[in-house]
């Protein structure tokens, strides 16, 4: 996370303390040769999670979705495909400071990616590739929509 994009969350907060605010983000669907989707644990709530976070003042949605994913697992993505776009109550979070989120995020997917995963960074304590048959179970609440759409598009296509 950068230092623009704390100064600017905390400066909100200072407003509205705790309760909710509607905050756009970007996050990627990285899979690998084999089709397996990566997930990053994150230290936070202890749930995994796809790598993404909040769009930037000025920033375009593309550009959070690539800078999301190279801070968290130091990768460097190429195409991005559009998957969706994500709202409503089953998007909304409360961190586990207290502060309260209704995300709106965009999702995109992707097979182009360059680098090599570090164990961890900042944001994520693991980082695996996942064959979609053998997800974890404790997915971070806000992500569980996206993968259930995930898992529906596949199970569409058999």
């Known amino acids: 996370m950068?230092?623009?994009?704390?100064?600017?969350?905390?400066?909100?907060r200072c407003f509205?303390?705790?309760?909710?605010?509607?905050?756009?983000?970007?996050?990627?669907?990285?899979?690998?040769?084999?089709?397996?989707?990566?997930?990053?644990?994150?230290?936070?709530?202890?749930?995994?999670g796809i790598p993404g976070g909040g769009?930037?003042?000025?920033?375009?949605?593309e550009e959070t979705a690539l800078r999301e994913t190279h801070e968290e697992t130091g990768l460097e993505v190429g195409l991005l495909e559009l998957f969706g776009?994500?709202?409503?109550?089953?998007?909304?979070?409360e961190y586990p400071n207290g502060d309260q989120v209704y995300n709106v995020t965009?999702?995109?997917?992707?097979?182009?990616?360059?680098?090599?995963?570090?164990d961890q960074t900042d944001d994520a304590s693991e980082l695996?590739?996942?064959?979609?048959?053998?997800?974890?179970e404790n997915l971070s609440p806000?992500?569980?929509?996206?993968?259930e759409q995930l898992l529906a598009g596949q199970e569409m296509r058999k």
């Open 55 to 61: 769009m930037e003042p000025g920033e375009q949605l």
């Open 128 to 136: 695996h590739f996942f064959a979609l048959d053998e997800l974890p």
């Open 142 to 147: 806000p992500i569980r929509p996206v993968i």
């Open 85 to 93: 776009v994500f709202s409503g109550p089953d998007l909304f979070y």
């Open 106 to 118: 965009i999702v995109y997917r992707t097979h182009d990616f360059q680098g090599v995963l570090p």
């Open 16 to 48: 509205v303390g705790h309760r909710p605010l509607i905050l756009a983000g970007a996050a990627v669907l990285i899979f690998n040769d084999q089709d397996q989707l990566l997930l990053g644990l994150r230290p936070d709530n202890h749930c995994w």
């Open 2 to 12: 950068t230092e623009k994009r704390i100064d600017y969350i905390l400066e909100l």
